[in-house]
Nanobody, 117 residues
Framework: QVQLVESGGGLVQAGGSLRLSCAAS????????MGWFRQAPGKQRELVAG???????NYADSVKGRFTISRDGARDTVYLQMNSLKPDDTAAYYC???????????WGQGTQVTVSS
C-alpha cells in the first residue's frame, strides 16, 4: 500500500518559516522525482518545487529564492523549507511522487499552510 505522509504545516506570520516533510512508502516502481504542489481556495493546483532522483530541482517563479526542496533518497523523503513566507503562500500543500512511466502518480493528503499578514 502506497502512503505519502506529510507533516509540518501550520499557521505562521508573514516573514516566518516552515519546513514541510513527506515520507513515501510502499512504492515499488523506481521514483523519478518528488515534488510539492499547492492549491489555494478558488485556484488551480500548481507545482511549487520538484526534485529528481539525480538531484535536479525546479521551482515556481513565485517561490524562487525563498523555498528550498531537498530529498533523502535513502528514505524516500522530501522536504520543503519555506522562508520569507507571504500571505499569498497560504494554501494546502501536497506532496507527490513521479515514477517510471511519467507523471506524478501518487499524492499525499495535503497539509495546510496559513500565512497571516
Amino acid at each position: 500500500q502506497v502512503q505519502l505522509v506529510e507533516s509540518g504545516g501550520g499557521l505562521v506570520q508573514a516573514g516566518g518559516s516552515l519546513r514541510l516533510s513527506c515520507a513515501a512508502s510502499g512504492i515499488r516502481l523506481r521514483i523519478n522525482a518528488m515534488g510539492w504542489f499547492r492549491q489555494a481556495p478558488g485556484k488551480q493546483r500548481e507545482l511549487v518545487a520538484g526534485i529528481t532522483s539525480g538531484g535536479s530541482t525546479n521551482y515556481a517563479d513565485s517561490v524562487k529564492g525563498r523555498f528550498t526542496i531537498s530529498r533523502d533518497g535513502a528514505r524516500d523523503t522530501v522536504y520543503l523549507q519555506m522562508n520569507s513566507l507571504k500571505p499569498d503562500d497560504t494554501a494546502a500543500y501536497y506532496c507527490a511522487v513521479s515514477v517510471v512511466g511519467g507523471g506524478y502518480r501518487y499524492w499525499g493528503q495535503g497539509t495546510q499552510v496559513t500565512v497571516s499578514s
